[in-house]
């Protein structure tokens, strides 16, 4: 049986309750799980099985715990119920009144199964998954899973630039008072600073900007994609579905591998109002594959007096192979190739906020900013903030060294694996089976793909958990992980050192 992911509610409290009784110092609070090997001492110390610690009582347990024959046939009194330890501990985190609720919701139409004892507990733990939905989890979690930039845990981590600046503008902030000026010109100064583009604005994320481009500039008109651009982004949306959502027409060209500048040539009408070139940064071909030059492609749409758009999705606003990395696609070369209008995600490669970025010629972007569908993807102050904090690395020629998702790209293997080593002797000494060991990652956020970077990882286990249980003791604990052939692997290039303490605290280590 494993450990339900982010679900410890129902166990807190029975962790709670048997670390007084074993009087460990080293246990947690009351509020926290122990980590792991503290845990397996308050198991050992109290003499209570680990499996009760972790799961509840057995079915021996509840045999010894309740006479036979006390079978009820009613459900046990609501007050009971709220008193079991996974109830308890919700309390600090909900009212009465929600959790009073909850019991009721899962009192209906359950039917008594043991004695009283036993169906509180069992109807406790029900009540706690249902109610746990109701309470704020954690949002500050240590990524040392090796990807940098990764989509399922918040994409690209933001600078201290740019959290300061997000915490200032929770109060009062001239967004849209009379006296201010435009919401988005502070990004859109810095914007055209970094990219020389004639003007920029801001939308809430790179999908919306893709939206809003197509129903303000080709509503009701052709545009011209290659077939091998028309990707799926996630979730099975796909460009296509979002570009006919604005009422444009998509016209594919070419072939799911090759496209030639004929392809585009032919496919043009009267009715052709754009010509779309979508960088595929989340997927990597190889092979027999062929595109257009973005250059010729310009030349192509302007001798028709068409739009040329280039969505960059994972743009950059620096060039990597200053640092020996892979090149990524930036948003001044885009422009200086001839795109009118150059779109890219502010979440990825940039490190800032997910907000989706518009640059390109001053009269496209006023049409874009007039057009009513500008209202329904126009960002909040948080997020202007925090690309303004973001932005402003760039600005001042730091971004190397402030944006956390280009200082992990750029780090040397080197120190790397000095951390990993020290951190797997220090697991070791802790009761761990830890070796340090070479590996591979990706940056992640649709940047780079297909392309490995070297790290450095710890292939972590314990004889008293599997990998599945130990991955989600530590995920309660804040740090995710991943698992591999039956260990759990913390891969350090993901993991700021300024992080370590924490690092280290997760695992039950003293920070050093």
């Given at each position: 049986?494993?450990?339900?992911?982010?679900?410890?509610?129902?166990?807190?409290?029975?962790?709670?309750?048997?670390?007084?009784?074993?009087?460990?110092?080293?246990?947690?609070?009351?509020?926290?799980?122990?980590?792991?090997?503290?845990?397996?001492?308050?198991?050992?110390?109290?003499?209570?099985?680990?499996?009760?610690?972790?799961?509840?009582?057995?079915?021996?347990?509840?045999?010894?715990?309740?006479?036979?024959?006390?079978?009820?046939?009613?459900?046990?009194?609501?007050?009971?119920?709220?008193?079991?330890?996974?109830?308890?501990?919700?309390?600090?985190?909900?009212?009465?009144?929600?959790?009073?609720?909850?019991?009721?919701?899962?009192?209906?139409?359950?039917?008594?199964?043991?004695?009283?004892?036993?169906?509180?507990?069992?109807?406790?733990?029900?009540?706690?998954?249902?109610?746990?939905?109701?309470?704020?989890?954690?949002?500050?979690?240590?990524?040392?899973?090796?990807?940098?930039?990764?989509?399922?845990?918040?994409?690209?981590?933001l600078s201290a630039k740019a959290r300061a600046r997000l915490l200032e503008s929770t109060g009062s902030t001239p967004t849209g008072a009379a006296i201010a000026e435009g919401r988005t010109a502070i990004c859109d100064r810095m914007l055209r600073a970094l990219t020389s583009a004639e003007r920029a604005t801001v939308t809430t994320l790179n999908a919306a900007s893709v939206l809003l481009t197509a129903g303000a500039l080709a509503a009701g008109k052709d545009i011209v994609v290659a077939a091998r651009d028309l990707i799926e982004i996630s979730e099975g949306v796909r460009i296509g579905d979002i570009i006919e959502a604005s009422g444009a027409r998509i016209v594919p060209v070419g072939a799911a591998n090759c496209v030639n500048i004929d392809d585009f040539r032919q496919a043009i009408t009267a009715d052709t109002a754009m010509i779309l070139r979508t960088h595929a940064s989340n997927v990597a071909t190889t092979g027999y594959v062929e595109h257009v030059d973005d250059i010729?492609?310009?030349?192509?749409?302007?001798?028709?007096?068409?739009?040329?758009?280039?969505?960059?999705?994972?743009?950059?606003?620096?060039?990597?192979?200053?640092?020996?990395?892979?090149?990524?696609?930036?948003?001044?070369?885009?422009?200086?190739?001839?795109?009118?209008?150059?779109?890219?995600?502010?979440?990825?490669?940039?490190?800032?906020?997910?907000?989706?970025?518009?640059?390109?010629?001053?009269?496209?972007?006023?049409?874009?900013?007039?057009?009513?569908?500008?209202?329904?993807?126009?960002?909040?102050?948080?997020?202007?903030?925090?690309?303004?904090?973001?932005?402003?690395?760039?600005?001042?020629?730091?971004?190397?060294?402030?944006?956390?998702?280009?200082?992990?790209?750029?780090?040397?293997?080197?120190?790397?694996?000095?951390?990993?080593?020290?951190?797997?002797?220090?697991?070791?000494?802790?009761?761990?089976?830890?070796?340090?060991?070479?590996?591979?990652?990706?940056?992640?956020?649709?940047?780079?793909?297909?392309?490995?970077?070297?790290?450095?990882?710890?292939?972590?286990?314990?004889?008293?958990?599997?990998?599945?249980?130990?991955?989600?003791?530590?995920?309660?604990?804040?740090?995710?992980?991943?698992?591999?052939?039956?260990?759990?692997?913390?891969?350090?290039?993901?993991?700021?050192?300024?992080?370590?303490?924490?690092?280290?605290?997760?695992?039950?280590?003293?920070?050093?």
């Amino acid at each position: 049986m494993s450990i339900r992911r982010l679900d410890f509610s129902s166990i807190l409290g029975r962790i709670a309750l048997n670390a007084r009784q074993a009087a460990n110092p080293s246990a947690e609070g009351s509020g926290e799980i122990p980590d792991p090997v503290t845990l397996v001492n308050l198991a050992d110390s109290a003499q209570l099985s680990l499996g009760w610690l972790l799961y509840g009582q057995s079915d021996q347990d509840a045999a010894k715990t309740e006479p036979s024959g006390s079978k009820t046939k009613h459900p046990p009194p609501v007050n009971l119920v709220l008193q079991q330890p996974a109830m308890a501990a919700l309390a600090e985190f909900l009212s009465a009144p929600i959790l009073t609720r909850a019991v009721h919701d899962v009192m209906d139409g359950w039917k008594p199964r043991g004695g009283v004892r036993q169906d509180a507990e069992e109807l406790a733990d029900l009540a706690a998954a249902r109610a746990r939905a109701q309470y704020l989890i954690p949002r500050d979690y240590i990524n040392a899973t090796g990807i940098m930039i990764h989509t399922g845990w918040g994409n690209a981590p933001l600078s201290a630039k740019a959290r300061a600046r997000l915490l200032e503008s929770t109060g009062s902030t001239p967004t849209g008072a009379a006296i201010a000026e435009g919401r988005t010109a502070i990004c859109d100064r810095m914007l055209r600073a970094l990219t020389s583009a004639e003007r920029a604005t801001v939308t809430t994320l790179n999908a919306a900007s893709v939206l809003l481009t197509a129903g303000a500039l080709a509503a009701g008109k052709d545009i011209v994609v290659a077939a091998r651009d028309l990707i799926e982004i996630s979730e099975g949306v796909r460009i296509g579905d979002i570009i006919e959502a604005s009422g444009a027409r998509i016209v594919p060209v070419g072939a799911a591998n090759c496209v030639n500048i004929d392809d585009f040539r032919q496919a043009i009408t009267a009715d052709t109002a754009m010509i779309l070139r979508t960088h595929a940064s989340n997927v990597a071909t190889t092979g027999y594959v062929e595109h257009v030059d973005d250059i010729e492609l310009a030349k192509l749409a302007h001798e028709h007096g068409m739009v040329f758009v280039v969505n960059l999705g994972g743009g950059s606003l620096i060039d990597l192979t200053e640092r020996g990395l892979p090149e990524c696609p930036t948003i001044s070369k885009a422009v200086s190739d001839g795109a009118d209008l150059v779109l890219a995600s502010g979440d990825k490669i940039i490190g800032g906020p997910q907000a989706g970025i518009i640059v390109g010629k001053r009269n496209l972007i006023d049409r874009i900013a007039r057009h009513p569908l500008a209202r329904t993807s126009r960002p909040g102050k948080l997020t202007l903030a925090a690309l303004e904090g973001t932005l402003a690395a760039y600005i001042a020629g730091h971004a190397w060294d402030e944006i956390p998702a280009l200082r992990l790209l750029g780090s040397d293997v080197a120190p790397i694996r000095e951390r990993a080593c020290a951190l797997a002797e220090e697991l070791r000494a802790r009761g761990y089976d830890a070796v340090d060991a070479e590996d591979h990652t990706q940056c992640g956020g649709a940047v780079m793909p297909g392309v490995e970077l070297p790290t450095w990882t710890v292939r972590l286990a314990h004889a008293r958990f599997s990998d599945e249980e130990l991955f989600s003791l530590l995920l309660a604990r804040q740090l995710v992980t991943r698992r591999d052939r039956g260990a759990v692997v913390i891969d350090l290039r993901s993991v700021p050192p300024e992080d370590d303490p924490r690092l280290y605290r997760a695992l039950g280590i003293a920070a050093h």
